[in-house]
Structures are given as C-alpha cells and as structure tokens.
C-alpha cells in the first residue's frame, strides 16, 4: 500500500510562485506514471500536470508556461513549480501515482491566490 503526502501549499499573492511536493510512504514510485489534479470549489477535479516513469510530462492548457512538474527517483519525490500564480489557481492540490489498474490519491494540500 502507497501513501502519498502532500506538501508546500499556502496562501500566496497573485503572481507568486510556490513548489508542492508529494512524497510516498511505504513503497517506492518507480514505474508510476505521477500526477497532480486540483479541485477548486464547487468545481470537478481536473488534471494539472503528469510525468512518466522516463520523465514524459503533459500539462493542462491552463497552466502550460507556469507549472513545471519534475520527478525525482532517487528521492521518491515528485514536484510541481508553480509560478505565475493566479487567483484561478486556488484548489486544492492532489498528488496521484498510477500503474496498470493501481491507483493512489495524496489527502492534499491547499493553494490559495490572492489577488
């Protein structure tokens, strides 16, 4: 079983920049395809960014240019640069990891943008 923490959230002013982390507890996150999604309220949960297993990343139009997600295998870690913020980015950030037809959800982390 792989537990996801989440980390790094706030509240920051528009055009600020925070990084999130997601780190698993008890098990490493080689071979998982990692993901961060965010719901804000009211709204469904939407993908943000993921990353491969080799490092191949996609990114919702929404943030292409702003967000930057990164992997790191030796530290079991993954990231997610957020620069550029704005008050639409405020949700709630969830770490997801992903293999075959196993799938892992973080508790998240709350990013607030004031403006």
């Known amino acids: 079983q792989v537990q996801l923490v989440e980390s790094g959230g706030g509240l920051v002013e528009a055009g600020g920049s925070l990084r999130l982390s997601c780190a698993p507890s008890?098990?490493?996150?080689?071979?998982?395809?990692m993901g961060w999604y965010r719901q804000a309220p009211g709204k469904q949960r939407e993908l943000v960014a993921i990353?491969?297993?080799?490092?191949?990343?996609t990114y919702a139009d929404s943030v292409k240019g702003r967000f930057t997600i990164s992997r790191d295998n030796a530290k079991n870690t993954v990231y997610l640069q957020m620069n550029s913020l704005k008050r639409e980015d405020t949700a709630v950030y969830y770490c997801n990891a992903r293999r075959a037809w196993t799938v892992y959800w973080g508790r998240g982390t709350q990013v607030t943008v004031s403006s």
């Open positions: 008890g098990s490493g996150l080689n071979g998982y395809v």
């Open positions: 990353i491969s297993s080799g490092g191949i990343t």
